[in-house]
């Protein structure tokens, strides 16, 4: 009778009493236990996940305090609707894990873990909405923050539940690339122009073009680009547009044509549903060769409005363009680059370098031609020990130095200075310009691919991992995504998943990346699972293809390019043990 007393409000008995048992009714007491046991009992997802942001970090039963002989009932009973309230939560996200409704996971887990952080079911089925939703690195920094937290209070491990939610982020079965990301965004690629001129030679001029137009879209922050190394994969190729957006994800698909007519030049350009073929916005224009830039603005401008119209609220941060003076300076530019796509090797190094000389010579103003020319100039002192670091160095700092100072906000020229400093062994120093370059241009791909590389160095390869992640949503069918498994096997071997680092490299060498390099990261990735035998094999073909290469030039390399010292020590330790001893 003394507890009901204190417990009785004025509407109802709040008690519920049996011959041995005495409890509490939560739905008729306090506002916050009564508005969560209602919520938990019914269907409505965003009811409780209100109700639980109300609630926040307090205790159940917040004010209600009694003293004396009750206390320790009352200690009980908070205790008991804790355990009520995880298991009702539980209950509710694994329904929706059923039903996969993975924001509505991802959202109920986050709103009960700033309740209790250490919830090891909930904080696994977060993980896995993270996961769903294409965005595995947060899982992974999930896990983490869950692991030391959970080390920091009860000194243990994450169990087998969390454990399997983070083996599920691994390398991708056979087959898949990664985790795919819807985007609310329209979305666009843009297909090769076609040369319509009887010269072949100016085939320079459609592909530029169309280069410039991809970049030009990718600036808006209110589109979805595809990357123009998948976009060139359909070049020469007669496609329909609806298989076009079918495979690379897209709802739009852009495609033109150039005509070159002495110093005319005719440009047509049409935007075309995916889903239906209709055409939603076209345009031919008639210009003097001259006016070449005006219009790649134009074309681009009018896409950005025909597919943006409806959307108010985006906003375009201010980009400066670095473009050129000189058309024959932009021609020699797109030259090098085609150059540098195609073929890095010592001769194409050259002739991109020397292209690129040229076209500053023609331009001195040309802002990405003089810091792609200090890259290229950095890049040879890295891969060609022989070369004279001081001189090399002072003149590729030179070079992207007048570059930046040309045009400091183009998000090209920035990239290229982070690039530079990936180079000389210095990517800390990398990391702000290609961030930078990032916010600028959010659908480039290449800078998120470089930002990886310099994160692993600075043996922070969680966050690389969510870099790469994005790649294969921008570039769906890209060339080059052997080379960047390649970039994942060594992201995961910087965070000590050997065995997933083996499968990355596996895939690079299956998907035609067959160089020195694959064959090295695959051998180094078995020699850190004790495979020593299979390591030195894979590493002496490495060497039969390059017999020019030996342990100390590779030993340089790694030296070189900045890495962190404890990861530069594991990697050392095991180039050393995958090396074959008749190579030493």
Not at 3 to 13: H, S, Y
Not at 88 to 109: I, N, P, Y
Not at 241 to 256: H, I, K, P, S
Not at 335 to 356: F, S, V
Request: charged share 25%; aromatic share 6%; net charge negative.
């Amino acid at each position: 009778m003394e507890l009901r007393g204190a417990l009785q409000t004025a509407e109802m008995d709040v008690l519920v009493s049996g011959r041995d048992t005495i409890a509490l009714r939560p739905d008729t007491f306090c506002s916050d236990v009564g508005e969560l046991s209602a919520a938990l009992a019914g269907l409505d997802t965003d009811a409780l996940i209100a109700s639980l942001g109300q609630l926040g970090t307090a205790r159940l039963l917040e004010g209600l305090e009694i003293s004396g002989l009750y206390a320790e009932w009352l200690d009980q009973t908070r205790s008991a609707l804790d355990q009520s309230v995880a298991s009702g939560v539980l209950r509710h996200v694994e329904r929706l894990v059923q039903m996969q409704t993975w924001t509505k996971v991802r959202d109920l887990a986050e709103a009960y873990l700033r309740r209790d952080p250490l919830d090891e079911s909930v904080v696994a089925a977060a993980m896995r909405a993270d996961g769903a939703l294409g965005a595995a690195s947060s899982a992974r920094r999930r896990f983490q923050t869950f692991k030391t937290a959970l080390a920091k209070e009860f000194g243990a491990k994450p169990d087998a539940t969390v454990r399997e939610a983070l083996s599920a982020l691994e390398a991708p079965a056979d087959g898949e690339t990664s985790f795919v990301r819807a985007d609310d965004r329209p979305s666009i690629a843009v297909l090769p122009f076609v040369n319509m001129s009887n010269d072949r030679e100016q085939e320079f001029l459609a592909d530029g073009l169309t280069e410039d137009i991809i970049t030009g879209l990718s600036l808006s922050r209110m589109l979805f680009v595809i990357a123009s190394n998948s976009s060139f994969s359909y070049k020469g190729s007669a496609v329909s547009v609806r298989d076009v957006g079918r495979e690379l994800g897209v709802r739009n698909v852009l495609e033109g044509s150039v005509r070159r007519m002495g110093d005319k030049l005719r440009v047509t350009a049409k935007l075309i549903d995916a889903d239906t073929a209709s055409h939603l916005w076209g345009q031919t224009l008639d210009r003097p060769l001259a006016d070449l830039f005006s219009v790649q603005d134009e074309i681009t401008d009018g896409i950005v409005a025909a597919l943006t119209a409806h959307l108010t609220h985006a906003v375009t941060p201010e980009v400066s363009k670095a473009r050129p003076e000189s058309l024959e300076a932009w021609e020699l530019f797109g030259r090098a680059r085609a150059h540098i796509i195609a073929n890095l090797d010592a001769d194409g190094r050259r002739t991109a370098e020397q292209l690129l000389r040229t076209a500053v010579e023609k331009d001195p103003n040309y802002a990405k031609a003089w810091v792609y020319l200090g890259c290229m100039i950095a890049f040879r002192w890295l891969v060609e020990p022989g070369t004279s670091p001081s001189a090399n160095r002072a003149e590729a700092q030179a070079c992207v130095e007048r570059g930046a100072k040309l045009a400091p906000n183009d998000p090209d020229v920035l990239a290229n200075q982070g690039n530079f400093f990936i180079y000389i062994g210095k990517p800390k120093d990398a990391l702000p310009f290609l961030e930078q370059a990032i916010h600028l241009n959010p659908n480039e791909m290449h800078y998120r691919v470089n930002l990886a590389r310099a994160l692993v160095r600075r043996d922070r390869a969680d966050e690389a991992v969510g870099e790469m992640e994005t790649v294969p949503r921008l570039s769906p069918r890209d060339p080059f995504a052997p080379l960047y498994a390649l970039d994942m096997a060594t992201i995961q071997f910087g965070l000590g998943r050997y065995k997933e680092a083996e499968v990355w490299a596996g895939r690079a060498l299956a998907g035609g990346a067959r160089s020195f390099p694959t064959r090295l990261t695959l051998g180094i990735a078995l020699a850190a699972q004790g495979r020593v035998e299979e390591a030195q094999e894979i590493v002496r073909q490495a060497v039969h293809i390059s017999p020019e290469i030996t342990l100390a030039s590779r030993e340089y390399i790694y030296r070189n390019a900045g890495w962190e010292e404890s990861v530069l020590a594991e990697h050392l330790t095991r180039l050393a043990i995958a090396w074959p001893p008749e190579f030493r």
